[in-house]
């Protein structure tokens, strides 16, 4: 197995690995059709072994303070997507990545970086195992129902909406303290976290 730089021609492998990879998360639904490409500087790795995109990671990095991370501190860099194909797990490719990222973000004088994941406990998990530290957390809300619905009328202002024929599905954030009143209405309900690692 190879750890190298994604290249353009790799964005079918790229893009299966990451369907895969998300599937049996909380991310299963968040599905791309092509590569993400980023406003400011970035690495983008992958994982290849036998001709086969096995894991992935991308990373944006700050020229300014503040121009990409969330959490406040010197410049930063955010990892955007990072998944290894399931049979591929436990075999240290995810662990791989980072270390590889880690080495460039030094090169360049940047030692901290910062995730979003959602509440699936193997991936918080391994954030932990790698020295990320949980820094805040909201919530990811799902619901669906029928205009008439109470739970519709309190939580959607229907007259400034407008017309609606119906209503699959409604998706919003919300503030982690509301987590009690969200969870009887909600479908599904996802605590999102941040953590921070410096390097």
Not at 14 to 27: A, E, G, K, N, T
Request: one cysteine or more.
């Amino acid at each position: 197995m190879i750890i190298r730089d994604y290249e353009e021609q790799d964005e079918t492998g790229w893009v299966r690995c990451r369907v895969i990879s998300f599937l049996d998360c909380s991310y299963f639904d968040d599905i791309r059709r092509e590569k993400e490409t980023y406003e400011k500087p970035s690495f983008c790795l992958v994982a290849e072994e036998n001709g086969t995109i096995v894991g992935f990671i991308d990373v944006e990095y700050e020229e300014s303070i503040g121009d990409v991370c969330y959490l406040k501190g010197g410049r930063g860099a955010t990892i955007w997507h990072l998944g290894v194909l399931p049979e591929y797990r436990h075999l240290g490719v995810a662990t791989r990545l980072l270390e590889s990222i880690k080495e460039r973000l030094l090169q360049i004088g940047i030692n901290r970086i910062e995730v979003w994941t959602q509440d699936d406990e193997l991936s918080n998990r391994w954030y932990i195992k790698q020295g990320f530290v949980m820094k805040e957390a909201y919530l990811n809300a799902y619901f669906k129902g029928l205009k008439e619905d109470d739970v519709i009328k309190k939580y959607l202002n229907l007259d400034s909406v407008g017309d609606i024929y119906g209503i699959r599905n409604i998706n919003f954030e919300a503030p982690i303290e509301r987590k009690s009143e969200l969870l009887p209405l909600c479908y599904r309900l996802h605590e999102v976290r941040v953590y921070e690692l410096t390097i």
